[in-house]
Protein backbone atom coordinates (compact mmCIF):
# COMPACT_ATOMS: atom_id res chain seq x y z
CA UNK A 1 0.00 0.00 0.00
CA UNK A 2 1.21 3.14 -0.70
CA UNK A 3 1.94 6.37 1.91
CA UNK A 4 -0.35 8.48 0.53
CA UNK A 5 -3.16 6.25 1.01
CA UNK A 6 -5.18 8.11 4.22
CA UNK A 7 -6.75 6.46 7.13
CA UNK A 8 -10.26 7.57 6.81
CA UNK A 9 -10.57 6.38 2.96
CA UNK A 10 -9.54 2.65 3.92
CA UNK A 11 -13.19 1.73 4.57
CA UNK A 12 -16.28 1.66 2.42
CA UNK A 13 -18.49 4.38 3.30
CA UNK A 14 -21.83 2.32 2.00
CA UNK A 15 -20.74 -0.73 4.66
CA UNK A 16 -18.99 1.38 7.76
CA UNK A 17 -21.70 3.87 8.16
CA UNK A 18 -24.24 0.83 8.99
CA UNK A 19 -24.12 0.67 13.04
CA UNK A 20 -23.83 -2.43 14.41
CA UNK A 21 -27.05 -1.92 16.45
CA UNK A 22 -29.38 -4.61 15.86
CA UNK A 23 -30.37 -7.73 13.54
CA UNK A 24 -31.48 -4.95 11.19
CA UNK A 25 -28.31 -3.34 11.15
CA UNK A 26 -26.70 -6.97 10.01
CA UNK A 27 -29.73 -7.43 7.27
CA UNK A 28 -28.83 -3.88 5.86
CA UNK A 29 -25.11 -4.53 6.37
CA UNK A 30 -25.23 -8.03 4.03
CA UNK A 31 -27.69 -6.43 1.63
CA UNK A 32 -25.14 -3.34 0.96
CA UNK A 33 -22.15 -5.77 0.99
CA UNK A 34 -24.17 -8.05 -1.73
CA UNK A 35 -24.87 -5.23 -3.76
CA UNK A 36 -21.33 -3.98 -3.68
CA UNK A 37 -19.82 -7.44 -4.81
CA UNK A 38 -22.37 -7.66 -7.40
CA UNK A 39 -21.65 -4.45 -8.79
CA UNK A 40 -18.14 -5.16 -8.57
CA UNK A 41 -18.29 -8.81 -10.20
CA UNK A 42 -19.91 -6.75 -13.24
CA UNK A 43 -17.28 -4.09 -13.50
CA UNK A 44 -14.99 -6.38 -14.00
CA UNK A 45 -16.20 -8.74 -16.09
CA UNK A 46 -17.33 -6.07 -18.66
CA UNK A 47 -13.45 -4.54 -17.95
CA UNK A 48 -12.18 -7.63 -18.99
CA UNK A 49 -14.19 -7.67 -22.04
CA UNK A 50 -12.94 -4.51 -22.87
CA UNK A 51 -9.32 -4.64 -22.11
CA UNK A 52 -9.04 -8.24 -24.06
CA UNK A 53 -10.05 -6.04 -27.38
CA UNK A 54 -8.00 -2.70 -26.40
CA UNK A 55 -5.16 -5.17 -25.97
CA UNK A 56 -5.55 -6.78 -29.08
CA UNK A 57 -5.92 -3.80 -30.73
CA UNK A 58 -3.50 -1.30 -29.05
CA UNK A 59 -0.79 -4.27 -29.73
CA UNK A 60 -1.30 -6.42 -32.96
CA UNK A 61 2.18 -6.70 -34.99
CA UNK A 62 4.53 -4.39 -32.27
CA UNK A 63 7.56 -4.78 -33.45
CA UNK A 64 9.03 -5.76 -29.57
CA UNK A 65 6.64 -8.52 -28.97
CA UNK A 66 8.04 -9.62 -32.76
CA UNK A 67 11.63 -9.31 -32.36
CA UNK A 68 11.73 -11.67 -28.78
CA UNK A 69 9.44 -13.98 -30.06
CA UNK A 70 6.45 -13.76 -28.24
CA UNK A 71 3.81 -15.26 -28.21
CA UNK A 72 0.75 -14.05 -30.38
CA UNK A 73 -1.22 -10.70 -28.93
CA UNK A 74 -4.03 -12.65 -28.30
CA UNK A 75 -2.68 -15.40 -26.22
CA UNK A 76 -0.91 -12.74 -24.14
CA UNK A 77 -4.06 -10.70 -23.55
CA UNK A 78 -5.97 -13.83 -22.39
CA UNK A 79 -3.47 -14.68 -19.65
CA UNK A 80 -3.92 -11.04 -18.60
CA UNK A 81 -7.55 -10.90 -18.54
CA UNK A 82 -7.89 -13.97 -17.58
CA UNK A 83 -6.91 -12.56 -13.81
CA UNK A 84 -9.60 -9.54 -14.31
CA UNK A 85 -12.19 -12.39 -14.82
CA UNK A 86 -11.10 -14.59 -11.53
CA UNK A 87 -11.38 -11.28 -9.98
CA UNK A 88 -14.89 -10.72 -11.23
CA UNK A 89 -15.70 -14.68 -9.73
CA UNK A 90 -14.00 -14.07 -6.47
CA UNK A 91 -16.66 -11.01 -5.98
CA UNK A 92 -19.69 -13.47 -6.91
CA UNK A 93 -18.20 -15.59 -4.09
CA UNK A 94 -18.10 -12.74 -1.64
CA UNK A 95 -21.57 -12.10 -2.56
CA UNK A 96 -22.79 -15.47 -1.95
CA UNK A 97 -20.78 -15.33 1.34
CA UNK A 98 -22.16 -12.36 2.97
CA UNK A 99 -26.09 -14.41 2.13
CA UNK A 100 -24.09 -17.36 4.13
CA UNK A 101 -23.01 -14.66 6.98
CA UNK A 102 -26.74 -13.42 7.19
CA UNK A 103 -27.81 -16.84 7.32
CA UNK A 104 -25.73 -18.17 9.92
CA UNK A 105 -26.04 -14.98 12.01
CA UNK A 106 -30.13 -15.50 11.97
CA UNK A 107 -29.33 -18.69 12.86
CA UNK A 108 -26.75 -18.67 15.76
CA UNK A 109 -28.58 -15.48 17.30
CA UNK A 110 -31.83 -14.51 16.12
CA UNK A 111 -33.77 -18.05 15.79
CA UNK A 112 -32.38 -18.22 20.46
CA UNK A 113 -33.60 -14.44 20.52
CA UNK A 114 -36.25 -15.18 22.87
CA UNK A 115 -34.03 -17.66 25.33
CA UNK A 116 -30.93 -15.82 25.22
CA UNK A 117 -31.44 -11.82 25.33
CA UNK A 118 -28.31 -10.55 26.97
CA UNK A 119 -30.21 -8.03 29.51
CA UNK A 120 -27.48 -8.06 32.35
CA UNK A 121 -24.44 -7.43 30.70
CA UNK A 122 -23.70 -4.07 29.94
CA UNK A 123 -21.84 -3.83 26.26
CA UNK A 124 -19.92 -0.86 25.11
CA UNK A 125 -22.28 -0.78 22.01
CA UNK A 126 -25.59 -1.33 22.56
CA UNK A 127 -27.11 -3.93 20.55
CA UNK A 128 -30.89 -3.75 20.19
CA UNK A 129 -32.36 -7.07 19.91
CA UNK A 130 -35.43 -6.10 19.55
CA UNK A 131 -35.07 -5.07 16.15
CA UNK A 132 -36.15 -8.02 14.24
Wanted: glycine share 6%; charged share 30%.
Amino acid sequence: MSGTAKPGRARIPELSMIPWEGPRSITEYSRAGRALARDLAEEFALGADELYAVLVRSFKGHPVLAVFGAPDVRLRARRVVKRLRRAAELQKGAGVELVKFHAQFRKEFVDVLPHAKPEKRQPRVVFNWDDV
